[in-house]
């Protein structure tokens, strides 16, 4: 069975969801060259009026994007770097995501944020190592954080399909995973449905994106001595929270992984909703970047600040013990 | 300022009864719903276009019903003139559920996708992508439609406008930008805002770029529709700039704000070129008697649909935020 990568998953799908519908549409610097890996071959295969090659002005080509969606069309928008997507959350959380409400339901706004660069690259300097997935999700903006190649293709084809605007992170740290699995098996995923990667009856750990395969290896550090299920939720907004009340009614005991910042970040709104709603019977942890941090180009400096497997093993023995 | 081609409102399509009518009903319109502002019935204010009504006049009378056009915070006569239900959108202002987007948009972004109005943003300037994006679909799907962008004097300093510029002469889009220079952005007077010139920003892009007079509808009509028609030939984007005033203050607020930014002599300089004055002038007597008639039975009946209309249900807050029907949570929920 052939291996597929991570980028080579984002590729199928943007190639598959171009073919199966003409709307659907990909912009973005340097794509022609397919600098990220993600556009390979598309130019060949539809030419340069739908790979549409775009100068370095985010702002304008975000709000483009938006005007040929209200005109029928599916835009991808390909974002090399994190802090791209800062320079456009007016055009995105401001303008596409209100496009529905704004106009009372005349107009819906189809556009897909492709960040196939997510969080850390090793030694790359301040400015392009956010993760900045926790905004998008504070605006309600539709966003999705895919773990693995299949999720990858699945979750980016969902959010070409998906009515709304949707932010796709494909986090740097994923890209190296290879998955077994026949082009053939590869479908689509619903938004906002979570997924466990592992089951079991503890201490519920919900990791994102990149982390989970750091979660799945603290689970089998600690399987004989505690009992660990991981859950993905896949989509960070709209969360599934069903899917996290479902795990918690199981173990009562919780432990986010997340790559955001401390403050406000994601693992904030999950420990204050379990708390809020959900069964508990210790008191939860989460493991996070620290508040306001800023990776910078020094990995030694760099690692110290992320989430690590030390921190969420020692996070789940506290809250494997712990009582309420 | 460029002078015309004599071309008569006919030659482009109109009659100047028709612009006269149209720009009465938007001065008509504006007074009406200033009167529903002091009363509380719009809670939002409005940003007034009196004084501007010639230029929606002449774009809305230039362009074909399935054109696009992107209008602003100072949009009511933009969509008035593209041919929005007055009923309709003084219900929209009201915040009623039978406003053109169901009283979602409000006074400062309403859309009527119905006359192909896509939306009204008042993130100034940013207008002008939305509608280069939708004239390149409308281009690549093989119509001759073509998308229009309105905007103020204020927009010309914004990145996003020059980036637009820069895109739509790039790869020819069909699209006009038309710039309301009404000399202030808000209370900053254009000469200390905008080093060189407004049309030479579009003109360093290779964009034809010139001012005409916003005060004379049949001077914006024939412009404008030179300027579409050049458009839907595949010659690219244009750039055009009217020269225009607004009488009232730049939101309903000034109206108690105490500002002083402009001259009372500027403004009645201004007020003498009246632009509905104008227009009546080139309508018998007896023609504008009965428009104006007219125009007050359509506003009464406005006014009174408007206030007839039921308001939204606060059940319904979470309504259209998301096309697919998502419901977002809400505090304290469950």
Redesign the interface.
């Given at each position: 069975m052939p291996k597929l990568s991570y980028l080579r998953a984002i590729n199928r799908a943007l190639g598959d969801e171009m073919e199966r519908d003409p709307a659907v549409f990909v912009m973005g610097e340097d794509i022609r060259q397919a600098l990220t890996n993600t556009t390979i071959g598309l130019l060949d295969r539809f030419g340069e009026?739908r790979v549409v090659e775009?100068?370095l002005?985010e702002?304008?080509?975000?709000?483009?994007?938006?005007?040929?969606?209200?005109?029928?069309?599916r835009p991808v928008v390909e974002y090399q770097i994190p802090f791209l997507l800062l320079l456009v959350i007016?055009?995105i959380a401001?303008?596409a995501n209100k496009?529905?409400?704004?106009?009372?339901?005349?107009?819906?706004?189809?556009v897909t944020y492709l960040l196939p660069a997510a969080g850390w690259r090793p030694g790359w300097g301040a400015q392009h190592s956010d993760q900045p997935y926790s905004v998008f999700a504070h605006f309600?903006v539709?966003t999705v954080l895919p773990a693995t190649p299949t999720d990858a293709y699945g979750l980016l084809a969902g959010a070409i399909r998906?009515?709304?605007p949707v932010v796709v992170f494909a986090p740097i740290a994923a890209h190296g995973l290879r998955e077994n699995i026949a082009p053939a098996d590869l479908v689509p995923a619903p938004l906002?449905v979570g997924r466990i990667h592992r089951a079991g009856t503890d201490v519920t750990v919900v990791a994102t994106g990149h982390l989970v395969q750091d979660a799945l290896a603290v689970a089998d550090e600690l399987a004989g001595e505690i009992s660990v299920e991981v859950f993905d939720p896949r989509t960070i907004y709209?969360f599934d929270?069903a899917g996290l009340a479902a795990s918690l009614d199981k173990t009562g005991r919780l432990v986010v992984i997340d790559d955001s910042n401390l403050f406000c970040g994601l693992g904030a709104e999950i420990l204050a909703t379990a708390a809020e709603?959900m069964r508990l019977v210790a008191p939860p942890k989460r493991v996070t970047r620290p508040d306001s941090a800023v990776l910078g180009c020094v990995p030694e400096l760099d690692l110290a600040l992320q989430p690590s497997r030390g921190q969420l093993a020692t996070a789940v023995r506290k809250v494997a013990h712990g009582t309420g | 300022m460029q002078e015309t081609e004599p071309v008569s409102a006919e030659q482009a399509g109109s009659t100047p009864a028709e612009l006269y009518r149209t720009i009465r009903l938007i001065r008509r319109f504006e007074e009406r719903a200033i009167d529903l502002v002091k009363s509380g019935d719009i809670v939002s204010g409005i940003h007034p276009c009196i004084g501007q009504e010639a230029v929606a006049a002449g774009i809305g009378a230039a362009l074909r019903a399935d054109d696009v056009m992107m209008a602003n915070h100072r949009g009511h006569g933009h969509l008035l003139a593209k041919g929005s239900d007055p009923g309709r959108l003084l219900a929209e202002l009201a915040g009623r559920v039978t406003g053109v987007a169901r009283g979602r948009g409000g006074s400062f972004h309403p859309s009527d996708f119905s006359v192909g109005v896509f939306g009204s943003t008042g993130t100034v300037g940013h207008g002008a992508p939305l509608a280069v994006g939708v004239a390149w679909a409308l281009a690549q799907a093989g119509t001759d439609r073509v998308a229009i962008s309105i905007f103020g004097d204020g927009a010309v300093n914004q990145g996003a406008l020059l980036e637009s510029f820069n895109l739509a002469a790039l790869w020819r889009v069909p699209v006009l930008f038309v710039c309301e220079n009404n000399l202030y952005a808000t209370t900053l007077p254009v000469q200390t805002a905008v080093a060189g010139s407004i049309t030479a920003r579009a003109a360093a892009f290779g964009i034809p770029a010139a001012t005409y007079d916003g005060m004379d509808a049949q001077v914006v009509l024939a412009a404008t529709a030179a300027a579409v028609a050049r458009a839907r030939g595949g010659q690219g984007p244009e750039f055009l700039e009217f020269s225009t005033y607004r009488y009232e203050g730049h939101h309903t607020f000034e109206r108690t704000a105490g500002l002083h930014y402009r001259d009372p002599a500027e403004v009645a300089r201004w007020r003498a070129s009246d632009p509905m004055l104008a227009q009546s002038g080139r309508v018998p007597a007896a023609q504008r008697e009965s428009i104006d008639a007219e125009v007050e039975v359509t506003l009464d009946a406005a006014v009174k649909f408007a206030l007839d209309s039921p308001a939204p249900d606060p059940g319904d807050a979470l309504a259209y935020l998301y096309s697919t029907g998502l419901r977002p949570r809400a505090s304290a929920a469950g």
């Open positions: 009026q775009t100068p002005s702002q304008a080509f975000t709000n483009f994007a938006t005007g040929a969606a209200l005109a029928g069309r007016e055009q401001n303008q496009v529905a409400l704004m106009s009372g339901g005349q107009a819906r706004v189809p309600g539709k998906d009515d709304d906002g709209p929270w709603q | -």
